[in-house]
């Protein structure tokens, strides 16, 4: 079985590579959104009462879930369910505990309708931001990687994009839906008025 010992030594080396091999261009997907989400699958997993076990797997989630970047940017859900498969090869990770974390990163992927409260927790830290305070700041980190990337043309079209996500996404833990939900609805109506103050 997998344990916190593994986790910080898997932790370790996984970071250093995400540190120093990430495309810099990858402003959001980078270490730091890593980062907040362990942070957040840990709060929201506490508040959801899972078991310490649980929440050993959910942060190993998070730690994998977009290593995939190292590779690939279209389909990196599947190629960090490959690099967290590979990390643990030789652990004492059991199949169950292989078998929840390649369930838990696919989890991620956008669209994903969560099939526990373990899918649940993993999507709504991925997405906590949304209806934090510092969404504008992460927002922008976004754009400018999206821009980097050829995806959006100028801030816009990406208002545009962001509106419409925002409003189509939900938090599926009650712990997430009584933090975030107000703020988000915020961060739509503060995006709507940018727009029509642009036009």
Sequence with gaps: MLDDKKYEEVKN?????????????????????????????????????VSSHELLLLKFAALFHDSGFLRTY??????????????????????????RLKELILATKLGYQPQNIWEKIIIDADLDYLGREDFPLISQKLFLEWKNLGIVRDLQEFYHLQIDFLEKHQYYTVSAQRMREEKKKYHIKKLKELILSDN
């Design 13 to 49: 080396i996984l970071l250093e590579k995400l540190d120093t091999e990430l495309n810099p261009k990858y402003l959001y997907h980078s270490i730091d959104h890593t980062l907040d989400v362990i942070d957040r699958v840990e709060h929201i997993g506490k508040l959801e009462k």
């Design 74 to 99: 279209d389909g990196h859900e599947e190629e960090s369910v490959r690099i967290a498969a590979s990390f643990l090869e030789n652990t004492e990770a059991s199949p169950e505990e292989k078998k």
